[in-house]
């Protein structure tokens, strides 16, 4: 049981250059979620889904684009990378109800924007 | 706005016990929840807590007052292995996460 797995775990962009951070879970959670950490600051929510086919905005997501075409999959696409774009990003999930902030973390994904 | 305040960094001693406080500010409130991060890991969840009072979990209890905005972590019996942040979130009326800075906990022998 791999909970959740995130690729690639570390990259280096030159700005302007385009990615795609993938996040796959195996739990079957109907949430997902990508975060992104910098030091000092608390997680902030880029975008999220409440199911397949669907994707939400959360606090920060000006640069980024999300899909969720399968339920186990969470796509976060950089069109155009800009140094500010230089963090850690965390996927996540978790099941809807009261405890919906239970939240499964994958191990994130270092990216470097030169 | 919504806010999380939770102290930037604490040192206690091995076998002491700490207690992390976190106040919020929130929207409406769903819950609160306490997550560790060791260095260069993801974080992974300690507690949630709803109802007013404390809840205890081994060597770690957790600590809500909704009247107040409050709520604490206390580590017992502190092991090395407790050198970590600990992040404190607030569930909103929405049931978004609203999230701390994390506070850096530092162990010494």
């Known amino acids: 049981n791999a909970g959740v797995t995130q690729t690639p775990k570390f990259r280096v962009l030159k700005t302007g250059q385009s990615m795609t951070l993938l996040c796959a879970q195996d739990?079957?959670?109907?949430?997902m979620y990508w975060y992104r950490q910098d030091p000092g600051m608390g997680l902030r929510l880029i975008h999220y889904s409440v199911g397949e086919g669907t994707t939400a905005k959360g606090e920060v997501p000006d640069g980024y684009n999300v899909s969720r075409l399968k339920k186990q999959n969470f796509l976060l696409g950089l069109e155009s990378a800009a140094p500010s774009q230089t963090s850690v990003y965390f996927c996540?999930?978790?099941?809807?109800?009261?405890?919906?902030?239970?939240?499964?973390f994958g191990e994130g994904s270092r990216l470097t924007v030169l | 706005g919504q806010n999380i305040d939770q102290p930037t960094e604490m040192t206690a001693t091995e076998g002491a016990i700490v207690q992390i406080n976190c106040t919020y500010q929130t929207s409406g409130f769903n819950g609160l929840f306490w997550y560790q991060q060791h260095a260069g890991e993801a974080p992974t969840f300690l507690s949630y807590n709803v109802l007013d009072g404390l809840e205890e979990k081994g060597r770690f209890s957790s600590f809500l007052s909704r009247s107040k905005g409050y709520s604490y972590l206390l580590l017992k019996e502190l092991q090395m292995k407790d050198s970590a942040s600990y992040l404190c979130a607030a569930l909103d009326s929405n049931y978004q996460l609203i999230w701390g800075a994390g506070t850096k906990l530092i162990i010494k022998p």
């Open positions: 739990m079957n959670h109907e949430y």
């Open positions: 996540a999930s978790s099941r809807p109800g009261s405890d919906t902030g239970e939240l499964f």
